[in-house]
């Protein structure tokens, strides 16, 4: 079974420059989730994703980050503009809402560099 | 507010040797708890998972125990492998599917 594709893996931008992140996760997961992980720190929630809808962008910066998944399948985040704190790694990850297997399946990530 | 701590911080050890990480949590309603392996670059992997009822649970050379009444969770690791280098993050998940993540303990194995 395929994996959670991301891309690209790595980006370098300077502040305030706009970027976007894609995300096409594990064919028929319905819930797809995006985290923050800056270096030495566990992974952030940004946006809980089911089907198309969102469950959870508590701790999504909206005034610069957004994301969409319009099709229920695959997902961007996009970040308008960048600030040299958002230098981190953008993890994607998906599971399935069947009984049993919700474990999440996460991308390699995308490493941003903001200068 | 819903937290996961983990220690040690960063751990090294030399090869062959066992060691043992912690997790202690205030999570609530909890559902169930992960153990992640995160390899440098690359996105954290699961290792076990373990629910309410479940005091130990092995794979391969991991053993995670979870104690629910003192909210505490350890992943022992037998006879370390270079390969066990990597980041080993505790996951709380609630039964709203909310995934509260620790920050990891990086553990470095020596030869």
């Known amino acids: 079974e395929a994996g959670v594709a991301q891309s690209p893996r790595y980006k370098i931008i300077e502040k305030r420059q706009s970027v976007a992140f894609w995300c096409n996760p594990i064919s028929g997961h319905a819930t797809l989730y995006w985290y923050q992980q800056i270096l030495g720190q566990g992974p952030k929630l940004l946006i809980q994703f089911q089907n198309n809808g969102v469950v959870d962008d508590s701790q999504l910066p909206k005034d610069r980050f957004s994301a969409e998944r319009l099709k229920g399948v695959d997902s961007t985040l996009k970040i308008q503009p960048a600030k040299l704190e958002d230098s981190a790694v953008y993890l994607c990850a998906s599971s399935s809402l069947r009984r049993g297997e919700e474990t999440q399946y996460f991308g390699p990530g995308t490493r941003l560099l903001v200068l | 507010k819903n937290q996961v701590e983990q220690s040690p911080q960063s751990l090294i050890i030399l090869e062959g040797k066992n060691c043992t990480l912690q997790?202690?949590?205030?999570?609530?309603?909890?559902?169930?708890l992960r153990w992640y392996k995160q390899d440098t670059g690359r996105g954290p992997v699961s290792l076990t998972i373990m629910t309410f009822s479940e005091n130990t649970k092995s794979n391969g050379r991991y053993t995670a125990t979870l104690d629910a009444d003192t909210k505490q969770s350890s992943l022992h690791i037998t006879a370390s492998q270079l390969s066990d280098s990597a980041s080993y993050i505790c996951v709380v998940i609630t039964y709203g599917q909310n995934f509260v993540f620790g920050p990891g303990t990086r553990l470095s194995v020596l030869p």
């Open positions: 997790c202690n949590y205030t999570v609530s309603p909890f559902s169930n």
